[in-house]
């Protein structure tokens, strides 16, 4: 998907531009809102938030919290 307007399957760059998201949001909800605008779903488990492309919802990772 689109991370910093150019596409990828590079966790690490998806997990950067996610992590600017986050900076620019003013709650969790927020955050998952526009990541679901970018193609992201993000989904809060015991080892992280897991990050899957949609619509197909693919698992690509999981951002350590």
């Known amino acids: 998907m689109f991370a910093a307007d150019k596409l990828t399957e590079d966790m690490t760059e998806i997990a950067d531009f996610l992590t600017l ?3 620019k ?3 969790e909800a927020e955050w998952r809102f ?4 970018y193609g992201y779903n993000l989904r ?3 080892s992280g ?3 899957s492309r949609l619509p197909q919802n693919r698992i690509l ?5």
């Open 21 to 23: 998201e986050r900076e």
């Open 25 to 27: 949001s003013l709650s």
């Open 34 to 37: 526009r990541a679901r605008g």
């Open 44 to 46: 809060r488990t015991d």
């Open 49 to 51: 938030v897991e990050v």
């Open 61 to 65: 990772g999981t951002l350590p919290l």
